[in-house]
């Protein structure tokens, strides 16, 4: 397995947790501050800060992904340790904001632009979820949203000086909840199928 691997840590984690799946997704990816933060910086100011820039409430700003647990929790990404080029994923919780790009998602998906994305789009708004990276430039809001993220970046210091912003927009809390749950069900049975578990 490669060195540069969290599956060993998410294991070890997800053990001290009682290896219980949505305890962990409580304890690791939504309570305390992410497992890379700057020291230096407040991370609920910062929250505070996303929100304002992008009109919602802050308790609807969650950091997901690597920066939060320090490993991906992607098996497409091979589980790696968070790194200088990994991305920042803000999840975005607003039913308001699901809604109205889901409308405009509806009028522009058919455009030859998302030609190799639809399927993948649809699954997602599926699961109530809409990965802004892909749609974030056609949408009404996605100037002023492109706009924050450099804001976003600028004030964390070199560990995410190179770090790409990208956004998912959850419809509910619920389905932020299924998707990291789903998440974790698929990391803790990697780590079984690949003896991680014995280590």
């Given at each position: 397995?490669?060195d540069v691997?969290?599956?060993p840590?998410f294991?070890?984690?997800?053990?001290?947790?009682?290896?219980?799946v949505?305890?962990?997704v409580?304890?690791?990816?939504?309570?305390?501050?992410?497992?890379?933060?700057?020291?230096e910086l407040?991370?609920?100011?910062?929250?505070?800060?996303?929100a304002?820039?992008?009109?919602?409430?802050?308790?609807?700003?969650?950091?997901?992904?690597?920066?939060?647990?320090?490993?991906?929790?992607?098996?497409?990404?091979?589980f790696?340790?968070?790194?200088?080029?990994?991305?920042?994923?803000?999840?975005v919780?607003?039913?308001?904001l699901f809604?109205?790009?889901?409308?405009?998602?509806?009028?522009?998906?058919?455009?030859d632009?998302?030609?190799?994305?639809?399927?993948?789009?649809?699954?997602?708004?599926?699961e109530?979820?809409?990965?802004?990276?892909?749609?974030?430039?056609r949408?009404?809001?996605?100037?002023?949203w492109s706009?924050?993220?450099d804001?976003?970046?600028q004030?964390l210091?070199?560990?995410?000086?190179?770090?790409?912003?990208n956004?998912?927009?959850?419809?509910?809390?619920?389905?932020?909840?299924?998707?990291?749950?789903?998440?974790?069900?698929?990391a803790?049975?990697r780590a079984?199928e690949?003896g991680?578990?014995?280590?």
């Amino acid at each position: 397995m490669d060195d540069v691997s969290g599956l060993p840590e998410f294991w070890k984690e997800f053990s001290s947790l009682g290896r219980e799946v949505e305890y962990f997704v409580t304890a690791r990816m939504f309570d305390g501050t992410p497992a890379v933060w700057p020291h230096e910086l407040s991370y609920i100011k910062w929250r505070h800060l996303v929100a304002t820039e992008l009109g919602v409430d802050p308790m609807a700003v969650q950091l997901v992904g690597s920066a939060r647990l320090g490993y991906s929790m992607s098996p497409r990404k091979k589980f790696r340790k968070f790194h200088e080029n990994s991305d920042l994923d803000i999840a975005v919780i607003s039913p308001e904001l699901f809604d109205k790009a889901w409308g405009e998602l509806r009028e522009i998906i058919e455009d030859d632009f998302f030609n190799g994305n639809k399927s993948y789009l649809r699954k997602l708004v599926f699961e109530e979820c809409i990965a802004l990276d892909i749609v974030l430039p056609r949408l009404s809001f996605g100037e002023q949203w492109s706009k924050s993220r450099d804001l976003f970046i600028q004030d964390l210091g070199d560990t995410f000086r190179n770090c790409e912003v990208n956004y998912r927009l959850y419809r509910n809390h619920r389905s932020l909840r299924s998707y990291q749950v789903k998440s974790v069900r698929i990391a803790r049975d990697r780590a079984i199928e690949e003896g991680v578990d014995h280590g």
